[in-house]
């Protein structure tokens, strides 16, 4: 689902799980956020005035019945984006946000230093194809991170891709990309404002020529060449609309009917070959990669989000006229199917002919990796067993007869060298307490570059030798970001009874030797869902928070990640889901009990599934927070498997056309859970904390009438639905223009955005500026 995005740099991220439809990455890059408010805050803010909220028209007419249960929704019509009527409600909140954003004092004085620490150089780990090494590298405020080519690695770089040049806003952004074996051809796909449409166009690396070809309507797909160099396998689904103009990314459409394709270089997309599809299972996803001693193609088979898949494969040299000698026959490729359920996930680690090695949770919920000959796949035989409790997050081979095998440890990661042959341990390379962010290697590689991250750590790339009998690990490139001093932060690790006992990590990084006398204005920002594990990461937004505001920044990994593997995921799904939300008010209640802040002085902030969880929250628990940033929320679970790629969260929700699963979406679902604090207490005062709900126009993945309907619907609830409303704790949606679900977001939107959020955070909360 999603989170935050990292910005550094792009691309080559670790594990080699299968693309999720949903996520987001976490907010690696400038962001991350969330407590209790029983007085208004805007009196802390120094302005306890109600806001002048826009009217939105209320159909009382649309009554949907859910298994008998009437359920209005007197918004529907915001739903679509390209009404007239939507159109002046987004330009309305607009206006009022901006009224809102221009009367908190600090926003310059954050723009100007997120700016400054920004503004620094940020590499990716180096990779090679062909005779060439290739890495990504950003001067800084560049919006988006240039690919760079050389001869060898101390030679002169050039630039082979700088997606700068694409257009003047910097909103055209590099989502993936494969260069060809050879090295000779770069495909890369593009994608603007931030939506998740992908356009597929070739270069020729040597003369850095584009090729005429061009892909459309390229979506959740990677790019994998066969290793003669003829071409690439790819994933689309049909175009949304037929005639017409579209601006792709705000249609809401639903996506149906993914297909894999194989295209020739130099041909027209018109005649590229169907490879795979399965129209009796519309809402099925796919993906097709070669394997890397190029025999195999692999062809994985999704449904949902859950970490499953279906594998079968295909030997290239038993097609008699090779993939093109399938361009006038309407077969598919001969696929053979190893794996034909989803009772398992099976990753492609390493083969030696027939001989594979897989990555797995078959039976093992932490993960392990096993070898089959799938020729006669009978005998499945453990070659690393599941760990009591880490979880394996991946493995790659190296240096011919090795494992680089990365373990989580209580949100830490670990890195090991094996046997690739028995799994046995030979060294383990020392690692700070951080993230292995990128792992960039193949098994022919007695060299190897590792990405790591931390809270206190913006990034080092490590150059590791396994050619000698204890490998040899040095620093490669490490950013440095001018300002900052490490040593004058600490973070820490505690770990927090839930509800029920469940003991939850939390991060916090705060200035050293902070009194614990309550006073600190706290961030805490969660994720909770889809197998994603929030792990450190650094950011210089929240470095700001607590160098020049004094915040206590955290970081809760509730149930539903993957930070201990599938029974953790399953812990806070599906009907479990309720677990996310008491764990997090769990994290909160600690926070405050332990010193570090009080309700009022609390924000919570998440994205995507996060958003979900701090609007779920903010229902749950007004007092709890003084203010609340939620980001791309999902909002309304009894719609969100109508549009786009939504029906791909039901393996982590469940959905509303099953009786029983409705029953458990209508108890959290944030539109409908909406209630007048003030009438369910003793009318104390209680009011919902100060709220910024963020979406995008371009964000189809959570399409932006989840955040839109719910805004309709707190400002009426709360605000302007009731005579002499206690509610004067402001509630504004923040939406963005060319922008989507976050990824490939240009840095000075990503700047802004932190500007605008946090200044608005820092306001209702009373924290204070200092140089």
């Known amino acids: 689902m999603l989170l935050l995005l990292r910005k550094s740099v792009p691309l080559r991220f670790l594990s080699r799980r299968p693309l999720n439809p949903f996520f987001l ?19 802390v803010a120094g302005d306890a005035a109600r806001l002048a909220y826009p009217t939105a028209r209320r159909d009382d007419s649309v009554v949907d019945d859910y298994h008998g249960v009437q359920i209005p929704d007197p918004y529907r019509w915001l739903e679509d984006p390209d009404s007239e009527e939507t159109k002046e409600f987004v330009a309305k909140q607009a206006e009022l946000a901006e009224t809102v954003l221009a009367g908190c004092p600090d926003r310059e004085n954050l723009r100007r230093e997120v700016t400054r620490l920004f503004d620094h150089p940020r590499h990716a780990a180096p990779f090679r194809r062909g005779n060439k090494y290739f890495h990504f590298h950003n001067s800084g405020l560049q919006a988006q991170s240039v690919l760079y080519m050389q001869d060898h690695l101390d030679g002169k770089a050039e630039v082979l891709l700088d997606p700068n040049t694409l257009s003047k806003d910097g909103t055209v952004a590099l989502s993936t990309y494969s260069i060809s074996e050879d090295g000779n051809y770069i495909a890369y796909g593009l994608s603007e404002s931030g939506s998740d449409w992908v356009s597929i166009h070739v270069m020729s690396v040597a003369d850095k020529q584009p090729m005429p070809d061009k892909l459309s309507w390229v979506k959740f797909s990677s790019i994998s060449w066969t290793h003669d160099g003829k071409g690439f396998f790819y994933g689309r689904y049909p175009a949304p609309r037929e005639g017409g103009e579209l601006d792709a990314g705000t249609e809401t459409n639903i996506n149906l009917n993914h297909q894999i394709y194989y295209h020739v270089l130099g041909s027209d997309q018109s005649e590229d070959i169907l490879c795979w599809k399965d129209p009796e299972h519309p809402k099925y996803t796919f993906g097709a990669s070669v394997t890397e001693d190029g025999q195999y193609i692999i062809l994985g088979t999704y449904d949902g989000c859950d ?94 007869n090795q494992l680089l095998v990365c373990y989580m440890s209580d949100v830490k990661h670990i890195l090991q060298i094996r046997d690739i042959s028995t799994g046995n341990l030979i060294h383990q390379l020392p690692l700070e307490i951080g993230s292995v962010s ?125 930070e201990y593997g599938e029974d953790w995921h399953k812990a806070g799904a599906l009907a479990m889901k309720q677990n996310c939300f008491d764990d997090f008010a769990g994290c909160a209640e600690f926070l405050i009990s332990s010193g570090y802040t009080s309700s009022r002085r609390l924000c919570i902030e998440g994205g995507s599934n996060g958003g979900l969880l701090v609007a779920a929250s903010i229902n749950q628990r007004p007092d709890l927070f003084g203010c609340a940033l939620a ?58 904390p100060a709220t910024m709900l963020l979406t ?3 964000d189809d993945r959570v399409v932006p009438l989840h955040s839109l309907k719910l805004l309709a619907t707190l400002q009426h609830v709360l605000c302007t639905g009731t005579e002499d409303s206690p509610q004067t704790n402001p509630i504004i949606g923040r939406i963005d223009r060319k922008s989507g679900h976050g990824a490939g977001r240009p840095t000075q939107k990503l700047i802004d955005e932190a500007a605008d959020r946090y200044s608005f955070m820092a306001k209702m909360l009373g924290a204070q500026w200092t140089e």
């Open 631 to 688: 980001h791309v929320g999902v909002m309304d679970m009894l719609r969100f498997h109508k549009f786009t790629i939504g029906h791909a969260w039901t393996t982590d929700y469940g959905c509303s056309d099953k009786e029983e699963e409705f029953q458990w979406l209508i108890k959290y679902s944030p539109l409908h859970n909406v209630r007048r604090p003030w009438e369910q207490s003793s009318g104390d005062g209680s009011q919902y």
């Open 438 to 562: 990128e792992i960039s290697c193949r098994r022919e590689d007695k060299e190897v570059f590792i990405g790591f991250t931390s809270f206190l750590s913006p990034g080092i790339i490590y150059r590791c030798n396994l050619a000698p009998t204890i490998p040899e690990m040095k620093t490669f490139r490490e950013i440095s970001v001018p300002g900052f001093d490490r040593t004058s932060f600490q973070v820490k690790q505690v770990f927090v009874s839930s509800k029920d006992g469940a003991k939850i990590p939390m991060f916090i990084m705060s200035k050293k030797d902070i009194n614990l006398d309550g006073s600190h204005p706290t961030l805490l920002y969660g994720y909770g869902g889809f197998n994603i594990s929030i792990t450190p990461s650094f950011s210089v937004g929240r470095v700001v928070l607590c160098k020049n505001m004094g915040f206590v920044v955290c970081v809760a990994n509730i149930r539903g990640g993957g």
């Open 307 to 400: 970490p499953v898949n279906k594998l079968y494969y295909c030997k290239i040299a038993s097609l008699p006229r090779g993939i093109e000698g399938f361009r006038e026959s309407e077969e598919m490729l001969p696929f053979v199917k190893l794996i034909d359920n989803f009772d398992a996930q099976y990753q492609v680690v390493a083969n030696d002919g027939d001989e594979f090695t897989f990555l797995t949770n078959k039976n093992a919920p932490r993960n392990k990796l096993v070898r089959v000959n799938i020729k006669n796949p009978v005998l499945w035989t453990d070659v690393l067993p599941e760990h009591e409790k880490d979880v394996l997050e991946s493995a790659d081979a190296v240096n011919d």
């Open 696 to 698: 995008a126009d371009h």
């Open 25 to 43: 990455p976490p907010p690696s890059r400038p962001r991350r956020l969330p407590l209790l408010p029983r007085a208004a805050m805007g009196s």
